[in-house]
């Protein structure tokens, strides 16, 4: 008898219909929010809208991008040949590097294979080293973020989600000697709604307190040159590390930290997941660096983005759908019950091939079940109106509430 197998597949079976599922999809060049979708082994692939993607300014279809790409890989092949120690640092992950530290006005930057390697390596090493520090984390910070500061052994404490009058708690009752990091996201992934930067900002001051601001959904989107909201704010010198991605915005992969020589340096010297995995393909980094240099130089996708945001908002408040928060471009569709949410997912994908994907546990607690919409800058007007129409009626049919009716449970 094979134990571990017999547990797991009974965990499976009791997870029944609320096993995760996924769709096969092709995104289609040039062409996005447009994709193939697989929906069986048999008969003909459907097209579908795309609403539920992290692309969110539709660079992963940008031409230069593309170009970029694929001029790469005629110089220099499919894949970097190692980790960044042993034959894996090419001249675009320096020049990457080089252009992530400009756009948020910090003297380096280092880059990971993803924004997960990145919050779990860079956190690993900068809360874990100094055997004394103390981590004051929000309470909604996401896994990598989490898993990071778990590998790092630091003591940590919890403080309310953007509840800034909890942290000051938390950190006047600590020891003024202790070394102190605060850990937060600017824009929070399930929720959509954006942190209270400034007076947190002043908190670390007060407190001398180290900060790691990860802007993975608001870097490219928000801000001069798409520097983040701590840029739009003019506060992003008040902050010590921003982290951001290269796989949401800027449409393509990899992770980064970019912050004082010291911290990154440290960062590059003793993060394992940095050390020990092979680097980003070449012809990824250029990519990259083809998004972060467009998006420096062009508000065109932000103000579309910003705009189908807003639009995606006042249509959902008109027919009484209620969302998490107004606050950014992430449109969490609050469902509340895992089995309907699934359902309603399914039906915008079987009758109007619009593609949203449920979210449930334990990315968002039981209970809290959200279609996690995200409309992009390559939708149009007329997409985010009959987007909006067809989860009306969806929402008509399965019974859900609506704004100022009472939710069972």
């Known amino acids: 008898m094979n134990q571990l197998l017999n547990f797991f597949a009974a965990e499976l079976e009791e997870l029944g219909e609320h096993k995760r599922s996924f769709l096969e999809i092709g995104r289609r060049a040039g062409r996005f929010p447009s994709a193939m979708a697989r929906t069986g082994t048999t008969g003909p692939d ?54 992530l530290a400009a756009l948020h006005h910090k003297e380096s930057a280092l880059v990971f294979s993803s924004g997960y390697t990145a919050n779990d390596g860079a956190l690993t090493v900068l809360a874990g080293r100094h055997p004394d520090t103390l981590v004051f984390s929000d309470a909604l910070n996401h896994a990598s973020i989490i898993d990071g500061l778990r590998h790092s052994g630091a003591e940590k404490m919890i403080f309310r989600h953007n509840d800034t009058a909890h942290l000051a708690e938390l950190l006047a009752a600590a020891d ?55 840029a739009s704010l003019g506060i992003a010198h008040r902050f010590t590390v921003i982290m951001g991605t290269l796989a949401k915005g800027f ?105 949203v994907q449920a979210i449930n546990a334990p990315s968002v607690r039981a209970g809290e079940e959200i279609l996690r919409v995200a409309p992009s800058a390559t939708h149009t007007t007329s997409d985010v109106e009959k987007f909006a129409e067809a989860l009306d009626g969806i929402w008509e049919e399965l019974g859900l509430p609506r704004n100022g009716t009472p939710v069972e449970g």
């Open 46 to 99: 459907q097209e579908i809208s795309v609403w539920c993607s992290n692309d969110y300014l539709g660079m992963g279809q940008h031409p230069s991008v593309l170009e970029a790409m694929k001029t790469t890989i005629d110089a220099f092949g499919a894949g970097s040949g190692g980790s960044r120690n042993i034959g894996g640092t090419n001249y675009y992950h320096v020049l990457l590097e080089d252009e």
């Open 176 to 230: 003024p000697d202790r070394p102190k990091l605060i850990v937060l996201e600017s824009v929070y992934s399930m929720s959509g709604d954006v942190a209270p930067l400034e007076e947190i900002a002043d908190l670390a001051d007060r407190y001398h307190a180290t900060t790691f601001l990860d802007e993975v959904h608001a870097v490219g989107m928000y801000g001069p040159e798409g520097a983040g909201i701590s």
């Open 251 to 355: 449409g393509t992969a990899g992770g980064y930290i970019a912050g004082p020589p010291p911290l990154v340096e440290a960062v590059r010297s003793f993060s394992r997941p940095f050390i020990f995995t092979t680097s980003l393909p070449p012809a990824t980094a250029a990519g990259a660096l083809a998004a972060v240099q467009h998006l420096r130089s062009s508000d065109v996708e932000r103000t579309r983005l910003a705009t189908n945001a807003r639009l995606m908002h006042r249509l959902l408040d008109e027919r009484g759908i209620p969302f998490v928060s107004p606050d950014s471009h992430i449109v969490s569709v609050l469902v509340r019950d895992d089995l309907k949410c699934q359902r309603a997912s399914a039906m915008l994908l079987q009758r109007h091939g619009i593609y």
